[in-house]
């Protein structure tokens, strides 16, 4: 199975900070049809995950700017421009190019 | 309003069996990629099984194979995952996620326990 390994695993930030989580994969998600499947996701205690920016880079309907995601190959970054409050969970990368997919094992985005 | 609800949770002992479903809404959910996903409790994600739109590919992670069917009615815009020869350590949130994380239900508890 792909390993999908992220740093660091804790990350304290202060209000109107940037932040900048890290993702890497065991294998490459680039696939034929020339998408890279790289996915995060936020999720916030008691709730399901909320999908941010799927194939690298492409935010989701109603996700705010600030969010961005870049990355090629097997090394990839989520980063917070400007951290809100609303910004604290946990943020999960996730591989969609090789079955069973998998996702790291989480950044937990706390205030400071 | 795009939405999936799953039910069908419950608390089951070992070697249990317990059917879930999920009810879709305003998407074409006969041209949706579908999967389970389960959370254990204080865990991380993973993706448990996938049934292509026409139900004509499934695919499952190997701790579930051979235990676990995923299925899908069109006509009800429905999935479902039969879940056979539970086992404690399949005890987690179920959620049902449509396409590769664009949509997920609240998911629905399952409890394997003694």
């Known amino acids: 199975d792909v390993v999908m390994t992220q740093s660091p695993l804790a990350l304290p930030v202060t209000l109107g900070q940037p932040a900048s989580l890290s993702c890497r994969s065991s294998q490459s998600l680039l696939s034929s049809d020339g998408n890279t499947y790289l996915h995060w996701f936020q999720q916030r205690p008691g709730q399901p995950p909320r999908r941010l920016i799927s194939?690298?880079?492409n935010r989701d309907s109603g996700v705010p700017d600030r969010f961005s995601g870049t990355g090629s190959g097997t090394d990839f970054t989520l980063k917070i421009s400007s951290v809100e409050a609303e910004d604290a969970a946990t943020y999960y990368c996730m591989q969609g190019r090789h079955w069973p997919y998998t996702f790291g094992q989480g950044t937990k985005v706390e205030i400071k | 309003e795009v939405q999936l609800v799953e039910s069908g949770g419950g608390l089951v002992q070992p070697g249990g069996s317990l059917r879930l479903s999920c009810a879709a809404s305003?998407?074409?959910?006969?041209?949706?990629?579908m999967f389970w996903v389960r959370q254990a409790p204080g865990k991380g994600l993973e993706w448990v099984a996938f049934i292509k739109y026409d139900g004509g590919d499934k695919n499952y992670v190997d701790s579930v194979k051979g235990r676990f069917t995923i299925s899908r009615d069109n006509t009800k815009n429905s999935l479902y995952l039969q879940m056979n020869s539970l086992r404690i350590e399949d005890t987690a949130i179920y959620y049902c996620?449509?396409?590769?994380?664009?949509?997920w239900g609240q998911g629905t508890t399952v409890t394997v326990s003694s």
């Open positions: 305003g998407f074409t959910f006969s041209d949706s990629w």
């Open positions: 194939r690298v880079s």
């Open positions: 996620v449509g396409g590769q994380g664009a949509v």
